[in-house]
T-cell receptor
Framework: QKEVEQNSGPLSVPEGAIASLNCTYSDRVSQSFFWYRQYSGKSPELIMSIYSNGDKEDGRFTAQLNKASQYVSLLIRDSQPSDSATYLCAVKMNTGFQKLVFGTGTRLLVSP | DGGITQSPKYLFRKEGQNVTLSCEQNLNHDAMYWYRQDPGQGLRLIYYSQIVNDFQKGDIAEGYSVSREKKESFPLTVTSAQKNPTAFYLC???????????FGPGTRLLVL
């Protein structure tokens, strides 16, 4: 089992719809979770971090964390074509330093 | 502007040649990281450094070397022992307390 798993996609949604991206992780004691957006040929940029169970909202983005089920998700409301990118889930593992383990990413395509 | 810079943007390596990728940050971050990204794969940790003059191997350190003589700089050398160096190399940094990692723009290494 991979430490962090994401569906590679592509996930296709029409403009204005809600895009839902999911991530599961294997380490039960993980405490910190991150979503990064990566445009083709560019480096990842942080969208959100989440540490507690429940929802965390930032503009059109909502991160959801369920530690009991070991999954974290990212919802993008009112999806725009500019949201088309690969979304990487990263989980801080229970080690002595800030080791992040990344999923392979989900490619999102938003059609006009 | 505060940020992380990487150079060059593209780098070509001849067989048997060592090449060095530059990473500089002016964010006053203590920790710095090097990742490798291959198509369809997540980011894999090569080396990391939590403080000056100290660094540790990550998951795929073979064929790579680093130094951390200054807080701002963490260069990565891809040695001739790395038989499959073609990839997108990403440098990141974080503060000692904050777990969020911020990425530089990346260097794409190609083999001639």
């Amino acid at each position: 089992q991979k430490e962090v798993e994401q569906n590679s996609g592509p996930l296709s949604v029409p403009e204005g719809a809600i895009a839902s991206l999911n991530c599961t992780y294997s380490d039960r004691v993980s405490q910190s979770f991150f979503w990064y957006r990566q445009y083709s040929g560019k480096s990842p940029e942080l969208i959100m971090s989440i540490y507690s169970n429940g929802d965390k909202e930032d503009g059109r983005f909502t991160a959801q964390l369920n530690k009991a089920s070991q999954y974290v998700s990212l919802l993008i409301r009112d999806s725009q074509p500019s949201d088309s990118a690969t979304y990487l889930c990263a989980v801080k593992m229970n080690t002595g330093f800030q080791k992040l383990v990344f999923g392979t990413g989900t490619r999102l395509l938003v059609s006009p | 502007d505060g940020g992380i810079t990487q150079s060059p943007k593209y780098l070509f390596r001849k067989e048997g040649q060592n090449v060095t990728l530059s990473c500089e940050q002016n964010l006053n971050h203590d920790a710095m990281y090097w990742y490798r990204q291959d198509p369809g794969q997540g980011l894999r940790l090569i080396y990391y450094s939590q403080i000056v003059n100290d660094f540790q191997k990550g998951d795929i350190a073979e064929g790579y070397s680093v130094s951390r003589e200054k807080k701002e700089s963490f260069p990565l050398t891809v040695t001739s022992a790395q038989k499959n160096p073609t990839a997108f190399y990403l440098c990141a940094s974080s503060t000692d307390r904050e777990e969020t990692q911020y990425f530089g723009p990346g260097t794409r290494l190609l083999v001639l």
